[in-house]
């Protein structure tokens, strides 16, 4: 296993158009996360999935956002009608159990761009 | 609501000198603090991870150490090198999601 896998690396998008992102977890890790992170800031938690069950929505978790993790394998992140503040790297992260007990491992992110 | 705060925000270093890196949070109910380390454009490499429980952990030239009463934690980095310079995250676990800091810019010179 190579690790937490995200997809695309980079995403161009006009403004008022709808992206996809993908996180492929570490295989054995039941938790999955999804953070964003702007130029010069920390990480910012958006929403965690226990399986297939997403768990907690951060506010900042609009409703053109939209995530997903069927059969508790790989999520998607869905952003409809992009705004340019939505620009940033959208990171995942994956563990076993429960953070408290277990590192959280994170992938490379999508830097994603709205023009 | 979990607050982290990392001092300094930017340090630049000449090679073989030790340092220290800082992290602050306000609520000492957490779980566990991780620190991270970020190349630019990058993702997030764990380097620690410090249980509620524990006092240090130690990986090679890397010492963190965790004092949950007065909410702080230090990143303790010997004989620091180039390949070192990357930012430098702390976490803290609020139960269901890490809330990071702002990281620290390391930055060393040959």
Same mark, same amino acid.
């Given at each position: 296993?190579? +690790?937490?896998?995200?997809?695309?690396? /980079? #995403?161009?998008? #006009?403004?008022?158009? &709808?992206?996809?992102?993908?996180?492929?977890?570490?295989?054995? /890790? &039941?938790?999955?996360?999804?953070?964003?992170?702007?130029?010069?800031?920390?990480?910012?938690?958006?929403?965690?999935?226990? &399986?297939?069950?997403?768990?907690? #929505?951060?506010?900042?978790?609009?409703?053109?956002? @939209?995530?997903?993790?069927? #059969?508790?394998?790989?999520?998607?992140?869905?952003?409809?009608?992009?705004?340019? +503040?939505? @620009?940033?790297?959208?990171?995942?992260?994956? @563990?076993?159990? /429960?953070? +408290?007990?277990?590192?959280?491992?994170? +992938?490379?992110?999508?830097?994603?761009?709205?023009? | 609501? =979990?607050?982290? !705060? *990392?001092?300094?925000?930017?340090?630049?270093?000449?090679? %073989?000198?030790?340092?220290? $890196?800082?992290?602050?949070?306000?609520?000492?109910?957490?779980?566990?603090? =991780?620190?991270?380390? =970020?190349?630019?454009?990058?993702?997030? !490499?764990?380097?620690? $991870?410090? =249980?509620?429980? *524990?006092?240090? *952990?130690?990986?090679?030239?890397?010492?963190?150490?965790?004092?949950?009463?007065? %909410?702080?934690?230090?990143?303790?980095?010997?004989?620091? *090198?180039? %390949?070192?310079?990357? !930012?430098?995250?702390?976490?803290?676990?609020? %139960?269901?999601?890490?809330?990071?800091?702002?990281? !620290?810019? $390391?930055?060393?010179?040959?």
């Amino acid at each position: 296993d190579t +690790g937490v896998s995200q997809d695309p690396r /980079h #995403k161009i998008t #006009k403004r008022g158009q &709808n992206v996809t992102f993908r996180c492929d977890p570490i295989s054995e /890790h &039941n938790r999955l996360y999804w953070y964003r992170q702007t130029l010069g800031q920390g990480p910012e938690f958006l929403t965690y999935f226990q &399986n297939e069950a997403q768990l907690e #929505k951060s506010r900042l978790l609009s409703d053109r956002f @939209s995530a997903e993790r069927p #059969k508790g394998s790989f999520s998607t992140l869905e952003i409809q009608r992009t705004e340019q +503040g939505d @620009s940033a790297m959208y990171l995942c992260a994956s @563990s076993l159990g /429960h953070t +408290g007990e277990t590192e959280a491992f994170f +992938g490379q992110g999508t830097r994603l761009t709205v023009v | 609501k =979990q607050e982290v !705060t *990392q001092i300094p925000a930017a340090l630049s270093v000449p090679e %073989g000198e030790n340092l220290v $890196l800082n992290c602050s949070f306000t609520d000492s109910a957490i779980y566990n603090l =991780q620190w991270f380390r =970020q190349d630019p454009g990058k993702g997030l !490499t764990s380097l620690l $991870l410090i =249980q509620s429980s *524990q006092r240090e *952990q130690t990986s090679g030239r890397l010492n963190a150490s965790l004092d949950k009463s007065s %909410g702080r934690s230090t990143l303790y980095i010997a004989a620091s *090198q180039p %390949g070192d310079s990357a !930012t430098y995250l702390c976490a803290v676990d609020s %139960g269901y999601a890490l809330n990071f800091g702002k990281g !620290t810019s $390391l930055l060393v010179t040959p």
